[in-house]
């Protein structure tokens, strides 16, 4: 009867400047490790979807509550920007995909453009929040407590202050997500130069690709609902 | 290796000795508070809500002690308001909520499994961290300044209160994500790390349990995660959703609340009911009583939970359409609870019973989780609840199925278990005294707040009128007798870890996976993977009359 | 405790269903194209006033685009159903948050309704016929 004694499942590098990869001991093959965390991941994603859908509620209750403000308060907001917002996560998302799949097919120094690319997608999406959010300010449209009309722009309607709170909550916390998914998408690029990701083993690159493209969905479903009032 | 050997014989079954496994492989404070090993998780897990049940249970005390007169015996009303929150806040979050997945499950779910670990250990060691994390930041709140919401934080008043809600909302945040990483951890171990031959139908229902508690963890908690941020965000710079000043509305807030709320209760109870079924099967000796059905309504439960959350809102100024549409659905989730006592009532039946202590405490909840439910049908009725909101029915029904059921049933899977966990035997007799003071001293404790809420007695009233002083006395008077039980139960089992008896490998005579390691497991559970050729419960080959043992006689 | 150094090797990448699927480049940029396209008809539609129906309108291309971020740049096409499972359910119980606070919200203030149609069933049992009950149906 064979021995209970360790033996690690390695995974072997596909050729130079690659690195094996050593499965978790308590896993039995590498496949167990992949779809476990795979899983694990997808759940992961299903806490996101329902935390950001609380806030979707909360615009759709009080988009009912006071519908003219929040068809006058979406007019405010630049649409232009917005649809460059989408545009260009949309085409981070692109990368993102391509960068995985470059991954998958052991190209390194692919999947090392791809990622930069998303993270430069990332730089300008936050850069043109920044503009909008400097145009707000500007107007005196701020969160909560703080918003005020100096102009008297919106002063006809009710609770104006309402949208502005959600807009802010919304796309700010949406921004935390492009930020913190940046940022994962650095590390998977140091891990990339080093040659742990390939064929046999891509896993990290694809758990990260799957978080970018939640943030990109979010967005997909903001877009419209902020920026795009008929 | 296969599982089906004949067990039991007495030489098997013999003392362990001291043998290396899973508490003594390693020593040191820091190869536990950087173990990944299941076993040690779940161990923390049980100190760590069991002090919180502690302090959750000193709160209640004092409570109660205080409710003696009625104009109020030892506080203030002010508070008086913080200390039936905390008692709530700790009571829910800190212990209700981790106990039984945290402490049984983290051990007991992977030896059901036949595995080696939970899928994602470290991830595992990450939610004890954020127990524990939260845990100290409520700890740092009622420094703070404390906090006198109720444990349901409800606005308007949790947003103009000056004490610290952002800091135990942000506990609460963090308490709440260790619950979800949980769930989710369970859930890929139940999908991934199955031993061979071990189909869905043929693991035991406490799996069942735990997985469907893992799919409300995950689905529902983060919706409380956003609520309490968006509270805190709201005391920061005034979101203004649930402030009337600002033109938000708090019934929004009680939606959001109670959406995961209510499903709360079920990651609350399914656990207990898997123990409960563990339990049943066990002591009688018997197969389950209708194995799938039992799966199933865990099943059905946890999805119906997400159906009724606006029952605890019917007298916040809902629509009444909305009413009648929650009252109608509650009374669903009583169909698959009932297949479920129905079940194991039958399991019992004509079973060969050992009375020991782990089924006294089932056969109580049985009694008491009936009472429970029952009132919670009650409650349910949306003319009734009208009269009956915030009154001590309300109090009393939910400690019928919290403390009552949920808690006994934590004792139950604690006496059950404990050989296993710790190789050690406390004393029966002792654990058979404290059962019966505990199922007094509870029924003692409720049952006058049952028939004072009826006759309207508010809840979270500092001061009452006299005509309901002699229902107060009463249930502190129980409450006093029901703490006693409590602390001798502390006693002996503590006790039986420096003194008690070595256990036997198996104990009871199960037949689940988790009786088959050594006892205390080792680090890595079994010798061999184990392969299941067996149907689940089949008890045919365990020789019980070779397993009579002192602590098996009555 | 001996490490026997036998490794395995993953030859069994090409494992269970199609995780390791590798899409193909010309997929990933047709759907690009598609998913950039759908947001042109986004806009355009808001241009549109659809009344009531503005919303859903808006949010039926979200889930387009939506459905195709998820299938294809995530890959859940190619995943195991338990995947596909947990997260779409996720919107499932979102959707139940969204349909109950939503009808609440819609619904306050029809009491007037509900006292139009009981009241006189109320009055008639309040005060019952004295020969022996309201018992006209």
């Known amino acids: 009867m064979s021995d209970h004694a360790h033996h690690s499942v390695v995974i072997p590098a596909p050729g130079p400047g690659f690195q094996d990869h050593v499965v978790a001991h308590h896993f039995d093959t590498a496949d167990q490790e992949f779809d476990a965390c795979k899983l694990g991941f997808w759940l992961f994603l299903a806490t996101e979807i329902l935390l950001f859908g609380g806030l979707f509620a909360a615009y759709f209750y009080f988009h009912q509550m006071y519908p003219e403000t929040f068809v006058a308060c979406g007019r405010t907001l630049s649409w232009k920007l917005g649809a460059l917002n989408t545009t260009v996560l949309l085409l981070s998302s692109w990368t993102m995909a391509m960068g995985v799949r470059s991954a998958q097919t052991s190209q390194k120094g692919k999947l090392l453009v791809y990622c930069a690319l998303t993270v430069l997608g990332a730089a300008i999406f936050m850069v043109v929040k920044f503009f909008e959010y400097s145009a707000k300010i500007d107007h005196g449209f701020l969160p909560g407590r703080f918003f005020t009309d100096p102009a008297g722009e919106l002063a006809h309607l009710e609770y104006p202050n309402m949208f502005f709170s959600i807009y802010f909550t919304m796309t700010g916390i949406h921004g935390l997500h492009v930020l913190i998914g940046a940022a994962l998408i650095i590390w998977i690029m140091f891990g990339a130069k080093k040659g742990r990701f390939h064929a046999g083993y891509y896993l990290p690159v694809d758990l990260v690709g799957l978080y970018w493209h939640l943030v990109d969905l979010i967005w997909i479903f903001l877009f419209p609902l902020l920026y795009l009032v008929p | 290796m296969t599982t089906h050997a004949p067990i039991q014989t007495t030489a098997h079954n013999a003392p362990q000795g001291e043998r290396k496994n899973y508490l003594n492989c390693t020593t040191g404070f820091w190869s536990w508070a950087s173990t990944l090993d299941h076993k040690r998780i779940g161990v923390m897990y049980l100190v760590g809500t069991s002090l919180a049940f502690l302090a959750g249970g000193l709160f209640a005390l004092l409570i109660r002690l205080h409710l003696w007169k009625p104009e109020g015996a030892l506080f203030d009303n002010a508070t008086y308001n913080q200390v039936f929150t905390l008692h709530g806040v700790f009571m829910v979050f800190m212990f209700i909520i981790p106990a039984i997945p945290g402490s049984l499950g983290n051990i007991v779910l992977p030896l059901m499994l036949g595995t080696k670990d939970v899928a994602l250990p470290r991830l595992n060691l990450l939610s004890f961290y954020l127990w524990l994390g939260g845990t100290l930041m409520a700890l740092y709140a009622i420094l703070a300044g404390g906090f006198d919401t109720g444990w349901t934080f409800y606005t308007p008043y949790s947003l103009y209160t000056d004490k610290a809600v952002v800091a135990i909302g942000l506990a609460v945040f963090v308490l709440g994500f260790s619950s979800i990483f949980t769930g989710l951890n369970f859930i890929v171990t139940t999908h991934k790390l199955r031993a061979k031959g071990l189909t869905w139908f043929r693991m035991p229902l406490f799996v069942w349990a735990i997985y469907a508690t893992s799919l409300l963890q995950v689905l529902a908690t983060p919706v409380l995660g956003i609520t309490v941020a968006l509270v805190a965000l709201e005391r920061w710079y005034g979101v203004g959703i649930f402030d009337p000043r600002m033109g938000g509305d708090p019934v929004l807030f009680q939606h959001f609340f109670w959406f995961y709320s209510h499903p709360a209760v079920y990651i609350m109870i399914l656990p207990a009911m898997g123990v409960i079924s563990e339990m049943l099967t066990v002591h009688s000796r018997k197969p389950l009583f209708g194995y799938k059905m039992i799966a199933f309504s865990s099943l059905a439960i946890a999805v119906i939970s997400f159906l009724v959350w606006g029952h605890h809102m019917f007298t916040s100024g809902q629509s009444t359409y909305a009413m009648f549409a929650f009252s109608f659905l509650t009374f669903f989730v009583a169909i698959p609870t009932a297949i479920k006592e129905f079940s194991w009532v039958a399991t019992v039946w004509k079973g060969s019973i050992a009375l020991n202590a782990p089924l006294l405490y089932a056969l109580a909840f049985l009694i008491i989780f009936a009472i429970g439910g029952l009132t919670g049908v009650i409650l349910g009725a949306l003319s009734v609840d009208i009269h009956l909101h915030d009154t001590y029915f309300v109090v009393a029904h939910f400690h019928y199925v919290m403390m009552g059921s949920t808690a006994l049933a934590f004792f139950a899977g604690l006496h059950h278990w404990w050989p296993k966990i710790f190789g050690k035997m406390y004393s029966e007799f002792a654990a058979k005294i404290a059962c019966a003071i505990i199922f007094v001293g509870f029924n003692l404790t409720f049952i006058p707040q049952f028939v004072m809420g009826s006759r309207g007695m508010p809840r979270r009233y500092a001061q009452y009128v006299p005509e309901f002083e002699v229902f107060h006395q009463w249930s502190t008077i129980g409450a006093i007798v029901l703490g006693s039980g409590l602390a001798l139960m502390v006693v002996y089992l503590v006790q039986s870890l420096f003194a008690g008896k070595p256990a036997m490998k198996n104990q009871w005579g199960g037949v689940t996976l988790d009786w088959e390691t050594p006892t205390p497991p080792p680090l890595e559970n079994f010798d061999h993977p184990p392969v299941v050729t067996r149907e689940v419960y089949d008890y045919s080959t365990v020789d019980f009359k070779a397993m009579r043992t002192p602590a098996n006689t009555n | ?137």
């Not at chain 3, 009491?111 to 006189?120: C, D, F, G, K, T």
């Open chain 3, 1 to 137: 405790m001996s490490h026997a150094t036998h490794s395995h090797t993953a030859h069994d990448a090409h494992g269970e269903g199609g995780h390791h699927h590798v899409a193909s480049s010309a997929l990933f940029f047709k759907v690009l194209v598609a998913l950039l396209f759908l947001t042109v008809i986004t806009v355009a539609a808001s241009r549109v006033d659809f009344g009531a129906a503005n919303l859903l309108i808006a949010m039926l291309i979200a889930s387009v685009k939506a459905a195709l971020v998820m299938s294809i740049f995530m890959h859940l096409k190619w995943d195991t159903a338990v995947n596909r499972i947990m997260f779409l359910s996720s919107f499932l119980f979102l959707a139940l948050l969204f349909l109950f606070t939503l009808a609440d919200l819609s619904t306050r203030g029809m009491e007037e309704q509900l006292q139009r149609v009981a009241a006189p069933v109320a009055d008639q049992w309040k005060h019952p016929n004295p020969s022996g009950g309201g018992a006209h149906h």
